[in-house]
Nanobody, 123 residues
Framework: QLQASGGGLVQAGGSLRLSCAAS????????MAWFRQAPGKEREFVATTCWSGRMLYTDSVKGRFFISRDNAKNTLYLQMNSLKPEDTAVYYC???????????????????WGQGTQVTVSS
């Protein structure tokens, strides 16, 4: 139901924009998020955006990554700037229709997942 794309190989300091296309309406998902998993590491939270207007970023990407959603295009985005080698990972988009009073940032708070797109940042 979610299809992530836009990954690739980029030099440190460069930019990439990830997209996550939903087969249904993104407006049906209260919160949508990006997670990532580096080789040999557990999946980690990157950013969340919710209908409430709340957004949340993990500390390591604040000021460099920006999450947005376009409900008219049924697409979630992640604009990644000033990329670092430590940003290298498979990036996954996730979504959930449930209402949250806060801003979810755990994997188990999202029931719908995309297949992942590889981002490699060379030094």
């Amino acid at each position: 139901q979610l299809q992530a794309s836009g990954g690739g190989l980029v030099q440190a300091g460069g930019s990439l924009r990830l997209s996550c296309a939903a087969s249904g309406r993104t407006s049906s998902y209260y919160c949508m998020a990006w997670f990532r998993q580096a080789p040999g590491k557990e999946r980690e939270f990157v950013a969340t955006t919710c209908w409430s207007g709340r957004m949340l970023y993990t500390d390591s990407v604040k000021g460099r990554f920006f999450i947005s959603r376009d409900n008219a295009k049924n697409t979630l985005y992640l604009q990644m700037n000033s990329l670092k080698p430590e940003d290298t990972a498979v990036y996954y988009c996730a979504a959930d229709p449930r209402y949250y009073s806060g801003t979810p940032d755990r994997s188990d708070e999202f029931g719908v997942w995309g297949q992942g797109t590889q981002v490699t940042v060379s030094s």
